[in-house]
């Protein structure tokens, strides 16, 4: 009987049309035009982080095993307290609650939301409950940062999921364990907003350039007169508004969709080592350089080697090891020249000419930057 482990390290082509697809992601020199409000925001105008507890009541038999789920069982005991119902604390331990899961509630409080309205919500196991598909959250207080309750949800939980089991099999599709609700909370407390306070307002750029932060400022003095903005630094523009509340958001509402010419932004390379993704942006560019890559192959087999006593000895035993054989292999590398690319759709090309994976990209790239030939950052996330 032979048996053998093998493992080799082989290069795979990487299909052009993902380095084509940069291409036609970015074109180099090309320069679209914005609106401010799509570079920049008002400061001060933000959502907030709501969050929960909550339970998750009328599930088919699915809820938390409130046994080893300790605070399903006490949530519920709170909860009927504040109905008048008390539990007998020794009581608590032996609830059999399988229709009830104890969930954490999310939600994003938008800026200017006024009490009465609705926002949705995001509905989370926390136990180990297996769906909460079909279930309904009962009254559930949403806090923000500062503890204040600022919304209530309550509502029934809709899943994109469905999943049965019978005699040790299951079958699930997608996930079970959250949801969401629409509209399944009411606002209860306004966020105070500092937008029509003093006599400005700050606008905070989406990402720091201090040529985008110029540009701001000048498409603003062209329309509404010199002096009335100015860059503070590389993020942040100081706009003089109108006091008054109806003046001061039409200004606003003008004022971003004000054209803007967005600047090249710097060049820079994306890097993702656990999935092997790489981005370009437009201003990538190459210098002269060559590069080899090789290719390395390991093989290991093991064969069992049976030893058998001579027919006539005594004491003798059959004995059976393995003889293992290990063997590299370095292909030798290909030099290749790469020349000069000062547009994106050349660096595609070129990077595209040393057909190697995506993994051995990530690692020519970072030789090309150490090189000296790669005219951009370096991001590894």
Same mark, same amino acid.
């Given at each position: ?16 049309? =993902? ?21 920049? $925001?008002?400061?001060?105008?933000? +959502? ?19 046994? /080893?789920?300790?605070?399903?069982? !006490? ?6 307290? /504040? ?6 604390a020794a009581s608590l ?35 180990? #409950? ?22 209530? =949800?309550?509502?029934? @939980? ?6 049965? &089991?019978?005699?040790? +099999?299951?079958?699930? @599709?997608?996930?079970? #364990? &959250? ?5 399944g909370a009411q606002v ?18 989406? =990402? +720091? ?7 701001? $400022? !000048? ?19 100081? *706009?003089?508004?109108?006091?008054? #509340? ?24 994306? @890097? ?9 942006? /437009? ?17 290991? #087999?093991?064969?069992? *080697? ?20 290990? !063997? ?8 290749? /020249? ?6 994106? +759709? ?16 990530? &690692? @020519? ?5 150490? &090189?000296? $030939? ?8």
């Amino acid at each position: 009987m032979h048996t053998s482990h093998t493992s080799h390290k082989r290069h795979q082509f990487w299909p052009q049309a =993902a380095l084509w697809l940069l291409a036609s992601l970015f074109v180099a020199g090309t320069v679209h035009a914005y609106r401010i409000k799509e570079v920049a $925001a008002v400061e001060g105008v933000r +959502s907030n982080q709501l969050t929960g507890f909550g339970l998750v009541v009328g599930l088919d038999g699915t809820g938390d095993q409130t046994t /080893q789920m300790p605070y399903t069982s !006490q949530g519920i005991a709170n909860y009927l307290q /504040q109905l008048g119902i008390t539990l007998p604390a020794a009581s608590l331990s032996q609830l059999q609650l399988k229709n009830v899961a104890a969930v954490l509630v999310t939600a994003q409080l938008p800026a200017f939301a006024r009490p009465g309205q609705t926002i949705d919500v995001t509905v989370s196991s926390m136990g180990n #409950s297996k769906s909460i598909k079909g279930g309904m959250l009962i009254a559930t207080p949403l806090k923000g940062a500062d503890g204040e309750v600022y919304a209530l =949800a309550q509502g029934n @939980i809709v899943v994109a999921g469905a999943g049965a &089991a019978a005699g040790g +099999s299951k079958v699930q @599709i997608n996930h079970l #364990s &959250a949801g969401r609700i629409p509209g399944g909370a009411q606002v209860e407390r306004i966020v105070p907003t500092p937008l029509l306070e003093g006599n400005s307002i700050n606008l905070g750029l989406e =990402a +720091s350039d201090f040529q985008t932060a110029r540009r701001v $400022a !000048q498409a603003i003095n062209k329309r509404f007169g010199e002096g009335s903005a100015r860059a503070l630094d590389g993020r942040t523009v100081k *706009v003089s508004a109108p006091m008054e #509340s109806d003046a001061r958001v039409s200004f606003i509402a003008e004022m971003e969709e004000l054209p803007l010419e967005a600047s090249i932004p710097s060049a820079k390379v994306v @890097i993702n080592s656990r999935t092997g993704s790489i981005v370009l942006n /437009q201003a990538v560019s190459l210098g002269p350089c060559a590069i080899a890559h090789g290719n390395l192959s390991i093989s290991i #087999s093991s064969t069992p *080697v049976v030893s058998q006593p001579n027919a006539l000895s005594t004491g003798g035993q059959t004995v059976v090891t393995e003889k293992s054989n290990i !063997q590299i292999k370095q292909e030798p590398g290909i030099l290749i /020249q790469v020349p000069a690319s000062t547009q994106l +759709s050349d660096v595609v090309r070129a990077l595209n000419a040393l057909g190697a994976t995506p993994q051995d990209l990530l &690692a @020519i790239l970072q030789a090309i930057k150490a &090189a000296g $030939a790669l005219n951009a950052e370096l991001e590894v996330i």
